[in-house]
């Protein structure tokens, strides 16, 4: 639970250290925009409840695959094609954007540890 807890910390550090970033503040809106898109076209074509909807959308860009809900029209298969290819180039991108806001907290940490050693005030 703890470990899940830090990881979550982390996390939100990284979306407020790059939000200031336009390409990041894009792809976060444009992730979102793909989910709502989504969850709105199964909710209009597919019927399904707007939970399922939602929860299709997700593991259909997350590509997790799901047994329990399909599309059974043609226009819902198609989208779903479309929609995986065009959803899974978004969130890598915003991962991307994730990582990389990661491991600029871990660079910043690293070096305020070793000016902290070199300045003597560090422990070891």
Do not use: C
């Amino acid at each position: 639970m703890l470990s899940t807890l830090l990881t979550l910390i982390r996390l939100l550090k990284a979306i407020v250290r790059s939000w200031n970033r336009p390409h990041f503040r894009s792809g976060f809106l444009l992730a979102g925009l793909i989910l709502l898109s989504g969850t709105i076209f199964y909710k209009t074509v597919e019927g399904w409840s707007w939970v399922n909807a939602l929860y299709f959308s997700a593991m259909t860009v997350a590509t997790v695959g799901v047994s329990d809900l399909a599309p059974q029209s043609t226009a819902g298969k198609l989208f779903t094609v479309i929609y995986l290819f065009v959803g899974v180039g978004v969130f890598v991108a915003l991962f991307t954007q994730f990582a990389r806001a990661l491991l600029q907290i871990e660079q910043d940490v690293d070096a305020a540890e070793a000016r902290s050693i070199k300045s003597g005030k560090g422990h070891l």
